[in-house]
């Protein structure tokens, strides 16, 4: 159960009781106090004809970035990796970019049907993103897929901190996609892992 704020309701008594035949008025006291009541209570903020979901726009920036930078660490391992079972990382891990890359996509249109804003520019990723660059140089397959390990066990547990987040809003269209997301990056996980043993 809710309480509205006080002087929120104070305010619609007096208009109310002041201007009784001006319905206009308090049609829009009401919807001013229902904005306030989705913000305060829901963290929810109403924005060119829609709704802004606040937090999961906010943790799907994240990923966002994640997902951006992730894209470009993956050309890097899958261009300069070396060594035993070259061709098959090699490809692997183009697959993984392949992936990312329409992940990253669906995140920023989703943000976009939340009616936030993606971040849009790479100076934004880089400073967002926790996911470490690399340096171009040669890296063993063993140590390449040591990195991918590393960085999809974070992916993993942003993207279900991301759908929790969701459910808490409602959002059952972002909560599908991040769960389907956690079960790409468990088998890949579970490929990489196995592989390392
Ligand atoms: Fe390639």
Do not use: C
């Not at 920036?61 to 300069?80: E, G, R």
Request: aromatic share 12%; net charge negative; no cysteine.
């Amino acid at each position: 159960m809710f309480s509205p704020p006080k002087s929120d309701i104070i305010s619609i008594i007096i208009h109310v009781n002041n201007k009784q035949n001006n319905l206009e008025i308090t049609s829009l006291i009401l919807s001013h106090l229902f904005e306030k009541i989705l913000k305060i209570w829901y963290n929810i903020d109403k924005k060119k004809g829609g709704y802004y979901m606040n937090k999961t726009v906010d943790l799907l920036n994240q990923y966002l970035s994640d997902l951006a930078v992730m894209n470009t660490k993956l050309h890097n391992l899958h261009w300069n990796v070396t060594g035993k079972a070259f061709k098959q990382v090699h490809v692997y891990l183009e697959e993984l970019y392949d992936d990312v890359f329409e992940k990253y996509d669906e995140v920023a249109e989703r943000i976009k049907m939340l009616q936030g804003y993606p971040k849009a520019s790479i100076k934004d990723y880089l400073e967002t993103s926790k996911i470490k660059e690399l340096a171009s140089k040669d890296i063993s397959t063993e140590d390449a897929f040591k990195s991918v390990s590393y960085d999809y066990g974070y992916l993993k547990e942003l993207a279900m901190e991301v759908r929790i987040i969701a459910d808490s809003e409602d959002d059952f269209v972002t909560v599908a996609i991040l769960e389907d997301h956690v079960a790409f990056y468990d088998k890949v996980l579970y490929f990489v892992r196995q592989t390392l043993k």
